[in-house]
């Protein structure tokens, strides 16, 4: 279980934040995060992932809803990405919001942290209580079927803090997660036999990549026809300042 961390004081300014939801969404999701919860341990070569399920059913389909009235996603450039020569929509949407400051560097581009909707606030500090750790970037991806997807990666970035976990959480459709040693990876032959690791990722769960997952495994959110339903993927990080 990750250690538990008080957050410090001083709460980041929303500034054109959305509709604030309900207050009883607010206080539910703090008391989910208060709650205690059953982690389950991951491990492998490299591989620390804990997995829980932080939100019940009901509370996971009010956020879920609150986030589809709250977030707009990346058009135009910036839903797309640039690979062997040609420019490409990417297989699902995708927006991010941050700390004052912060920017995201993606695909040769830099995206300014959009500030907080209210919802995301209550929902970093829910992540921040169950995981022990503070946050201040968010990347939302939106997968709209079963047909979008996201490619084999790491989020090994210069700009995170490597010690700090990412913290993904999962709302609608559950969705295999796929971890691949970087030694085992394709074209064959492999340097090493490593099996990869799979993970469904439920409505409502909660999963941490501790260090030095992300060093060492790669991880992809595979195209799935028979999981036609929309999912929202939340990964909070902790970035650098430069
Ligand atoms: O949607 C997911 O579960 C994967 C998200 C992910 O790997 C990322 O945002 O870097
Ligand atoms: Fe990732």
Same mark, same amino acid.
């Given at each position: 279980?990750? /250690?538990k961390?008080?957050?410090a004081d001083g709460?980041v300014? #929303?500034?054109?934040a959305?509709?604030?939801p309900s207050?009883?969404?607010l206080?539910?999701?703090?008391?989910?995060?208060?709650?205690?919860?059953?982690w389950?341990?991951v491990?492998?070569?490299?591989?620390?992932v804990?997995y829980?399920?932080?939100?019940?059913?009901?509370?996971a389909d009010?956020?879920?809803a609150?986030?589809?009235?709250d977030?707009?996603y990346f058009t135009g450039?910036l839903?797309?990405?640039?690979v062997?020569?040609?420019?490409?929509?990417i297989?699902r949407?995708?927006?991010?919001?941050?700390d004052?400051?912060l920017?995201?560097k993606?695909?040769?581009r830099t995206?300014?942290?959009r /500030?907080?909707?209210?919802s995301?606030?209550a929902l970093?500090a829910a992540?921040?209580?169950?995981?022990?750790?503070d946050f201040n970037f968010?990347?939302v991806?939106r997968y709209?079927?079963g047909?979008?997807?996201?490619? *084999?990666?790491?989020d090994a970035e210069k700009?995170?803090? /490597?010690?700090?976990?990412i913290?993904s959480?999962?709302?609608g459709q559950?969705?295999?997660f796929v971890f691949?040693?970087?030694?085992?990876?394709?074209?064959?032959?492999?340097?090493?036999?490593?099996?990869p690791?799979?993970?469904?990722? *439920?409505?409502?769960?909660?999963?941490?990549m501790?260090? /030095?997952?992300?060093?060492?495994?790669?991880h992809?959110l595979p195209?799935?026809?028979?999981c036609?339903? #929309?999912?929202?993927?939340?990964?909070f990080?902790r970035?650098l300042?430069a």
């Open positions: 279980m990750p /250690p961390k008080r957050k709460e300014a #929303v500034a054109g959305a509709r604030p207050t009883s969404l206080a539910a999701l703090s008391e989910a995060a208060a709650r205690p919860l059953s389950r341990k491990s492998a070569d490299g591989l620390d804990d829980c399920r932080l939100l019940d059913g009901a509370l009010r956020t879920l609150a986030l589809e009235e977030v707009d450039d839903a797309q990405v640039f062997f020569g040609k420019w490409h929509d297989p949407q995708q927006c991010s919001f941050g004052a400051g920017s995201y993606f695909s040769g995206v300014p942290a /500030p907080w909707p209210q995301l606030l970093r992540v921040e209580r169950a995981a022990g750790t968010v990347l991806n709209r079927s047909a979008d997807h996201m490619g *084999e990666h790491q700009e995170l803090d /490597p010690a700090a976990p913290a959480l999962s709302l559950a969705r295999d691949k040693h970087r030694d085992a990876r394709r074209p064959r032959p492999h340097k090493r036999d490593i099996p690791v799979k993970i469904l990722l *439920e409505h409502g769960s909660l999963l941490l501790n260090h /030095p997952t992300n060093q060492v495994w790669y992809s195209a799935r026809r028979s036609p339903g #929309v999912r929202v993927n939340l990964t990080r970035m300042r």
